[in-house]
């Protein structure tokens, strides 16, 4: 009962940091006397790397634990096989649920482009590129995978409402807040919604949380590759 609690109270501060990190360190940037609208696109870059290497931080030492003890397992009983399995089903999870959007928003009328998150993914890119595919394909990943797979499946012991609640909170963190009429924010959420189910169904597959970052830092590294 006292680890469950533990458990419940990680992640609560770690949701509370994912979502307010930005606020967090804009307050501690104005109190040294930093304002952020004098910021260029090059100095954002600066601050997404610096909220993600805080919050890659915090999700080392809550669960360093069993970071620790899966990357050991992970080195023992490496399956190739198995992973590169994984990440096809990923991949076709991915290419599916993108070929279903843009179904779905042909019948309804919607001109889907590039969602507002990827927006701001290309235009942080554009001017800082390197920094950009550090943060995105190493800090992200593990950051993302620490709190929205790791941090939930310790308290959701059930794996059909472990992947449901990961992935509709995963995906639709992405989309949300919007100003998008909320039809087409929702075409949008489908393709993370299912990435997110797909990663949170191989964590239960492999039971170990490294198979999932590496599958999430590939994909988000050859997102990079194609977009720089």
């Known amino acids: 009962m006292k680890q469950k609690i533990l458990n419940i ?28 609208t004098s910021f260029n696109y090059n100095d954002a870059v600066y601050l997404e790397a610096l909220c993600e290497c805080l919050l890659f931080i915090a999700v080392i030492i809550l669960y360093r634990k069993t970071l620790n003890g899966d990357f050991t397992n992970l080195r023992k009983n490496f399956n190739i096989s198995e992973f590169l399995k994984f990440l096809c089903i990923f991949l076709v ?5 993108s070929l ?33 595919l550090i943060t995105s394909a190493f800090l992200a ?8 797979r790791l941090g939930f499946r310790q308290i959701i012991k059930n794996q059909y409402v472990f992947i449901l609640i990961s992935s509709l909170v995963f995906g639709l963190m ?8 909320l039809a087409e924010a929702l075409t949008y959420g489908i393709v993370y919604v299912s990435i997110g189910a797909a990663l949170s169904w191989t964590y239960v597959k492999s039971n170990n949380i490294w198979y999932v970052i ?14 720089l």
């Open 174 to 181: 992405h989309i949300f807040p919007t100003e998008l009429p």
């Open 214 to 227: 590496l599958i999430h830092a590939i994909n988000n590294f050859l997102s990079m590759l194609v977009l």
């Open 93 to 97: 999870v991915k290419i599916v649920s």
């Open 141 to 148: 990943p593990l950051v993302e995978e620490g709190i929205f």
């Open 9 to 36: 109270l990680k992640i609560i501060l770690l949701l509370i940091l994912f979502f307010n990190i930005g606020s967090i360190v804009n307050y501690l940037l104005g109190f040294i006397g930093l304002n952020k």
């Open 100 to 132: 279903v959007t843009g179904l779905i928003s042909i019948i309804i009328g919607i001109d889907l482009t590039v969602s507002e998150n990827q927006n701001i993914i290309n235009v942080l890119s554009a001017s800082s590129p390197i920094l950009m």
